[in-house]
């Protein structure tokens, strides 16, 4: 007799392994993802501020959330690694961090696994793509009603160690799609808004840029870029232009505790400091909206947003979206639903849905 041949089945449950690696803190995660019923699990997840430079910190990252979460590196299923910056390069640089990434010899750690790269606000459009409601705060949600407008546009921004960008678009057949959570095909397309020039709009502000790239020892034609001020590191130059440089030590933890009420009410620096980066991150996210008419709707996340959601659920905020002066333009944002990421890790999400992706692929 015989014996029958056993042809091993591919098990349902597949590992992911994932991370979200800014210019000051990395996030890590391990997703399980069932392939029968679709559903994504978080098992376990790990936070490190990067104190360090240089191309040996993130193994060090690595192999510590590797210890946490019980499993070697080479036993996951799939791995997406989202980086705050360009990523199309072999050792990968931070624009406002010393952190590098050495991308040749980070794919042999994990084996033979589906395994890609991705810019953490592709990863962010990710988790914009495949929203899930206890994620994410409304900010504005008084909008026209218009069934003409197309609803397959969403934007995501926001600020950290600088300032990220992506707009996501649903169902579009007409670019090479990634496919989300295994079933949704879109369109992503992360940018760098961060290096757009700063939009200054009046004589203070104009003092503020000239003093930010003087302070950053630019040139007088250099470019004062919309994340030198709308970032952790910007944050700490507003307030120390509006306390008159006294405080050259100040940082954005230290600052940003100040837009506490307490503080906001005694002390005119703080004042100055909350109103100019509400106002300033509104009108960044409206020139964001205008560019693309997204709809589908305005996703705002990024550590200083989250960290500090007073900065966006505020009426300083949702008057300066809105203040165009312009009856069509202002028509069009009416339409934009705007919402604030309840906590930090829509990328890690995000990556883990495009894992599954990769699964897929």
């Excluded at 933890?253 to 620096?269: G, H, I």
Aim: aromatic share 10%; proline share 4%; hydrophobic share 35%.
């Amino acid at each position: 007799m015989s014996k029958k041949t056993t042809i091993a089945s591919k098990p349902s449950v597949r590992k992911l392994f994932v991370c979200d690696q800014g210019g000051t803190n990395g996030r890590f995660a391990y997703y399980d993802y069932n392939e029968t019923t679709g559903s994504l699990v978080l098992r376990d997840s790990l936070q490190r501020e990067v104190t360090d430079a240089g191309v040996s910190i993130f193994t060090k990252l690595l192999h510590q959330a590797e210890k946490k979460f019980g499993i070697p590196l080479q036993e996951y299923d799939a791995v997406a690694l989202a980086f705050a910056c360009p990523v199309n390069r072999e050792i990968l640089s931070f624009a406002n961090s010393e952190l590098r990434i050495d991308t040749g010899t980070l794919k042999q750690k994990f084996g033979k696994a589906p395994f890609n790269i991705i810019n953490d606000f592709f990863a962010q459009g990710c988790g914009v793509a495949s929203p899930q409601k206890k994620d994410w705060l409304p900010i504005i949600q008084e909008v026209t009603p218009d069934p003409t407008v197309p609803r397959d546009i969403k934007i995501a921004a926001g600020a950290g160690s600088g300032f990220g960008t992506a707009c996501i678009i649903d169902g579009s057949n007409n670019f090479d799609n990634v496919t989300i959570d295994g079933m949704k095909k879109v369109r992503i397309i992360s940018g760098e808004g961060g290096h757009v020039s700063f939009p200054c709009n009046n004589g203070n502000e104009l003092e503020l840029m000239n003093k930010v790239r003087e302070i950053m020892g630019l040139s007088l034609n250099a470019t004062v870029r919309l994340e030198n001020v709308l970032s952790g590191g910007g944050i700490e130059r507003a307030y120390r232009y509006f306390n008159g440089w006294s405080n050259k030590t100040a940082k954005s933890r230290e600052v940003t505790k100040t837009f506490d009420l307490e503080y906001l009410e005694k002390d005119e620096a703080s004042r100055q400091t909350f109103y100019l980066i509400a106002t300033v991150y509104a009108r960044a996210m409206r020139n964001y909206a205008l560019s693309t008419l997204p709809y589908g709707g305005v996703y705002i996340s990024g550590g200083v947003a989250v960290d500090h959601p007073k900065l966006i659920d505020n009426d300083i905020f949702r008057y300066e979206f809105r203040n165009t002066g312009e009856k069509n333009t202002a028509e069009a944002l009416d339409k934009m639903p705007v919402w604030l990421a309840a906590h930090q890790d829509i990328g890690l999400y995000g990556a883990a849905c495009y894992a599954v992706g990769l699964l897929n692929s």
